[in-house]
C-alpha cells in the first residue's frame, strides 16, 4: 500500500469519525424514554407472581420461560437480532458502523429467587434493552457491535454466564436446579442445546467490554441519598457445608453435664463467626443461613449439625483469613463441647474487579447527568463477574430502599430506574468512543 | 345375715388366705424362666429392622401391627384372654381369686421410634407377658385379677394410655402421626375402634395399682453400677415452639451492623437456654432438638427461626421458673439483635410422682433378691404417668449402658434384662397381698 493510499484513508477515517461525533453531539445528551422503560418493568410485573408474594421466576419454570418470551419481543422492537446461544442466554445484536471490532455487550438476567421482586436483574435487562431501543431511535450508530445479553439462571449460581466463561462444566448439567429439573433438561427447556454447551464459550479478546446496571441490593447509596453507585468490584463468595458431630441421646433422661450436643455447639459457632467477621476492620461478611439438625425432634438431644457458612469479601486473602480464624474458634468449642467440626467447601468464587477504565467512565456518565456518585463493592454474586474473566468489565448501581433484595418488598424508585438507563446510555456511547 | 353366718364366712376367708399365703410360700423366691424372657427379647429384634440402623416398629406400621401379633402369641400362651380395646391398646387379663377386688395392671409398650433400639418398651412388655407366664406355670393365684396391658403409640405421645385416663381428646384423633396416618387411621389400622374411643377409658378406682418395669434410658445406674432404680416420679415435660422474626436480607449486601438476623438471636437463645438450665442447682434438663430457619439458604440472612424447646423436673414449679428466666434473656437477646420472641406452648405434661408405697415394695423386692437399688425420677415421659392419674402407680427401672435409648446402640445386658422382670414379679405378689 503507497504512502497517498494511507494518507487518503487516514483523511476519510477522520471524517467519519467526525461525523460520528457530530451525531452523537446532535442527540445529545442522549436520554432514553423514561416513560416507556417504566411501563416495561410494569408489564413484566405481571409475569410470574408467587402465590407466597412477591415474583417467582425461578429458571426453568413457566413463568421463567414467560419473561424470556416478553424481553426477547422488546429486543427485536430495539431492532436486535435476537437467538439464544447453546447455554440458553439469550443474544440481541446489532452491527457497528467500523468493521472488525469487538463486541460491546451489555445485558444482566431476568429470572429470580422465589418470592423475590422485580428489579433484580429486571432492571439491567430491560435497561439494556432500553439502550438499544434508544440507540435504533435515534439512528445513533456505534462503532463496535453492540450486543444485549440476557444471562439465564443468575440466581441458581450464574449458569448462563459461566457457560460463557467456560467455567460452567459438562458434569454440572446432571446438577438439580429449584425447578425440579435438571441443569441440562432446564437449558433444554428454554431453547438451549445443552449437548453443545462449548459452543456458549467465548474467548478473551472476543468482548470489547461489558457493562450490567442492576439494583444495589444493599442499603448503602439509599441511605446516603447517592443517585449512582459506580461498582469497584464483585466480591469473592466462598460457602462451606461445616458438619458438627456429637451424640444424639434422649432429652429427658441424659443429665446436662453428659451430653454432647451438636446444636449448642453450632449455636456458639454461629456466635463465633459472627464476632469473628464483626471483631475485623473492614466490609467482609459472614453468614450462617441455614441449618440441619439430625435427628431433629423436641425430645431428643442433637446429634449431628450441618450448617452453610457463607463468607465474601473484594480481597480474597481476607476470606481465607476470616475463615482461618473461625475454625481457630470452632476448634475450641468442639474440645469443650466434645463435638467434632469438619468442612466441605462447596463455593469458591473468586473476587472479581472491575476496570478502573470503566469505573472511571461512569462515574463521568452520571456527573455529566448532574448525579451523585460513590464507589462500592458488589456483595451480591453477578453475571459481571464471569464476564470479567473475558473482558474489562464495569456495573452500574441504583439505589434499593431500605437495602431489601431478594424479598417481596424489595424497590427501587422510578426516578432511579431511569437514571441508571440513562446512566447506561451515555457509558455506552462513551465506552463506544474508546480505543484500549 | 346372721351372727352365725358372719362368722363362718370369717373363718373360710382366713383359711382361703392360709392357703394362699402358703401357696405362694410353697413357690419362693418365685423367679422367671431368665432364659425364655431373652429368647422372646431376640424374636421381637427380628421385627421392624430400620434399614437406617436399629429398630423402627413406629406405631401404626407394618412393623408395629407384626410386633403387636408377636406378643399378643406370648399373652395367649401366658393364659392371658387377649383382646384390643376401642383405642388400640393390647389387653391380657386373668381372674383373681378374690372376687370384687379391682385389677392389678403391669405393662409397657412395643413401638419405638425410628432408628430405635429393641429395649425401650419391650423389656416392659415381654416382661410383664413372662410374669404372667410364670405365675400361671406355677399355679399361682393372684387375690387380684392380673391385666398386662401393652399400650398403643407411647413413643408419639402417649395416645393409648392416654386414652385411658382420659387425656386423649376427639378433636385430637385428626393429628397427623409418624407413620403418616392420622391417628384415626393408625388406630383403626391395629385393630381399635376411634369412632368410640370413650370405650377405652377407665375411671379411678377401676385399676388396683399399676406398675411397669422400664429401661432407664439414662446412664446413672450403669454408671453407679447399681442393678435397680425405683422410681420416684415421672418428670413434667413443658414443650414450646419459640418464633424469632428477624428481617431476611441479601447475605452479601447487607452489611453487618444492618442485620436482624434471626438465626443469630437463636443461637444467643440456645446458649442462654443451656446457662439458665445448668446454672440453677437441681437435676431439671432443657433442651433445645430442633430448629427451623426460614427462608433457609447460604446466601440469606435468617429472617424467622422456629425452634423447639423441651424443659423437664420433677417439680413443675422448677419448669416454670427454668421457662420464666430463659423468657428474660430472650428478651434482652430480642433488643439488642431487633429481633422478636414468641411462644406457644404444645406440650404441657405435669410431672407424676410414684405411689410411695410402691416405691417401698419395689425398693423390698429388689433387696429380697439381693439387688442392690437406687432412688431417681424418669427423665422420659411413660405410660405410668397417665396410670398414675387413675391409681397408685410405680416404676421399676433397669440400667441403660452408657445411657443410651432411642439409638441403635440402646443397650441392656440380658443379666440386668432378667433381675428386672424377677423384681417385677416378686412385686406384682407383694403387691397382690396389699389391703389399701
Request: charge should be negative; proline fraction near 4%.
Amino acid at each position: 500500500m503507497s504512502y497517498e493510499s494511507r494518507r487518503f484513508r487516514t483523511i476519510l477515517l477522520l471524517a467519519a469519525l467526525s461525523f460520528a461525533s457530530l451525531e452523537l453531539r446532535a442527540q445529545s445528551p442522549g436520554r432514553v424514554n423514561g416513560d416507556r422503560m417504566l411501563e416495561h418493568m410494569a408489564a413484566m410485573a405481571g409475569i410470574g407472581k408467587d402465590p407466597g408474594g412477591g415474583y417467582a421466576r425461578v429458571a426453568y419454570t413457566e413463568a421463567d420461560r414467560q419473561g424470556r418470551e416478553y424481553v426477547m419481543g422488546l429486543m427485536r422492537a430495539a431492532g436486535l437480532t435476537v437467538s439464544i446461544d447453546a447455554a440458553g442466554n439469550i443474544s440481541g445484536r446489532r452491527a457497528g458502523s467500523e468493521p472488525g471490532l469487538q463486541v460491546l455487550v451489555i445485558g444482566s438476567h431476568i429470572d429470580s429467587v422465589p418470592q423475590g421482586g422485580n428489579y433484580d436483574g429486571v432492571v439491567g435487562s430491560l435497561g439494556a434493552s432500553e439502550v438499544a431501543q434508544t440507540l435504533a431511535e435515534g439512528h445513533l450508530a456505534l462503532r463496535h457491535p453492540l450486543e444485549v445479553l440476557i444471562f439465564q439462571n443468575e440466581e441458581g449460581g450464574l449458569q448462563g454466564s459461566r457457560a460463557i466463561s467456560g467455567e460452567l462444566r459438562e458434569e454440572d448439567l446432571n446438577q438439580a436446579t429449584r425447578s425440579g429439573k435438571t441443569l441440562r433438561e432446564g437449558i433444554a427447556f428454554i431453547g438451549g442445546d445443552p449437548e453443545h454447551l462449548a459452543a456458549a464459550r467465548r474467548k478473551p479478546g472476543d468482548v470489547f467490554a461489558y457493562l450490567e446496571l442492576h439494583i444495589e441490593q444493599g442499603g448503602s447509596l439509599a441511605a446516603e441519598k447517592i443517585d449512582i453507585g459506580v461498582v469497584e468490584g464483585i466480591v469473592g463468595n466462598h460457602r462451606w457445608d461445616v458438619t458438627i458431630e456429637g451424640v444424639a441421646n434422649h432429652a429427658g433422661t441424659t443429665p446436662m453435664n453428659q451430653r454432647h450436643d451438636a446444636l449448642l455447639a453450632g449455636a456458639k459457632f454461629i456466635e463465633a463467626v459472627n464476632r469473628v467477621v464483626t471483631s475485623m476492620p473492614g466490609r467482609q461478611v459472614g453468614t450462617v443461613g441455614k441449618i440441619q439438625v439430625i435427628p431433629g425432634a423436641y425430645n431428643i438431644v442433637p446429634g449431628k449439625v450441618i450448617l452453610g457458612l457463607d463468607v465474601r469479601d473484594l480481597d480474597e486473602a481476607r476470606i481465607d483469613l476470616v475463615f482461618s480464624k473461625i475454625r481457630d474458634e470452632a476448634q475450641q468449642i468442639g474440645q469443650a463441647s466434645g463435638t467434632k467440626f469438619s468442612y466441605q467447601q462447596v463455593v469458591g468464587d473468586r473476587p472479581a474487579l472491575c476496570d478502573p477504565r470503566l469505573r472511571q467512565l461512569v462515574t463521568e456518565s452520571a456527573k455529566q447527568l448532574n448525579l451523585t456518585t460513590k464507589l462500592l463493592p458488589s456483595g451480591a454474586t453477578q453475571d459481571a463477574q464471569s464476564m470479567a474473566r473475558l473482558a474489562p468489565s464495569g456495573m452500574i448501581f441504583i439505589p434499593s430502599i431500605g437495602g431489601i433484595s431478594h424479598a417481596p418488598e424489595e424497590y427501587s424508585r422510578p426516578q432511579d430506574v431511569v437514571n441508571g438507563v440513562n446512566v447506561l446510555l451515555r457509558a455506552v456511547l462513551q465506552l463506544d468512543a474508546q480505543k484500549w
